[in-house]
C-alpha cells in the first residue's frame, strides 16, 4: 500500500473527528477536515432542514477546503450519516475531484440508524476507484443531545475495532 494518504473527513459532533484522529495516530498521512465556505447552522433542526434540501435539489455546497488530490493514492473519507444520506459537503469534494484510480477507504460515524445509502453514493461519485469495505460505528446521537460519545471507554473500543478494520482492508503504518 502507498505511503501517499490522505483523511478526509467531515464532522459535526467530533465523533468522526476522533475516529480520523485515531486512524490518523494508526497510519500518518494527512488529516483534513472537510470545511464550508459558508458554515451550516449550529441550531440541529435549522441543519436538519437545510440538509434535507440540499439533498432535495441536488444543491453541493462550495468548499472552503482544497486538496491536491494527485499527491495521494489512498483517500480515507470519513463522514457522518445525515438524513440516511452522504452529507452534501463529502458529495460536494467527490463530485469536484479526479479521483480515478484512487483506493477509497470510507469511514462513517452514525446515531445508530446505520449507513443508509452512503456507500451506494460513494461508489456512484467514484467508479473509477477502488471502494474498500467500510468502516462504520455509532456516534453521537445530536438529535437526542448526546455529542461526543466516542470518548473514555467508548473511545479504547472504537480503536480495537478500527485496528481490525485496518487489517482487514491491509493499510497500515
Not at 459532533?13 to 459558508?38: P, Q, S, W
Not at 477502488?130 to 472504537?158: C, H, M, N, Q, T
Request: charge should be positive; hydrophobic fraction near 35%; include cysteine.
Amino acid at each position: 500500500m502507498s505511503e501517499k494518504i490522505l483523511i478526509l473527513y467531515l464532522s459535526r459532533t467530533n465523533n468522526t473527528k476522533t475516529v480520523a484522529e485515531l486512524i490518523h495516530r494508526r497510519i500518518g498521512g494527512d488529516l483534513v477536515a472537510l470545511e464550508l465556505e459558508n458554515p451550516y447552522p449550529k441550531n440541529y433542526r435549522a441543519i436538519v432542514d437545510q440538509v434535507a434540501e440540499e439533498n432535495r435539489t441536488g444543491y453541493l455546497p462550495p468548499l472552503k477546503t482544497q486538496v491536491d488530490i494527485d499527491k495521494y493514492d489512498t483517500i480515507f473519507i470519513g463522514f457522518p450519516t445525515w438524513g440516511m444520506q452522504l452529507p452534501p459537503p463529502m458529495k460536494s469534494f467527490l463530485n469536484h475531484q479526479d479521483i480515478k484510480g484512487k483506493t477509497i477507504a470510507p469511514f462513517n460515524t452514525n446515531g445508530g440508524y446505520g449507513l443508509g445509502s452512503t456507500v451506494k453514493t460513494i461508489r456512484k461519485l467514484c467508479p473509477e476507484s477502488e471502494v474498500l469495505k467500510v468502516f462504520s460505528v455509532r456516534g453521537g446521537s445530536e438529535r437526542d443531545g448526546v455529542y461526543l460519545a466516542i470518548k473514555g471507554d467508548r473511545k479504547v473500543k472504537v480503536e480495537e475495532l478500527l485496528e481490525s478494520w485496518l487489517d482487514e482492508i491491509q493499510i497500515s503504518k
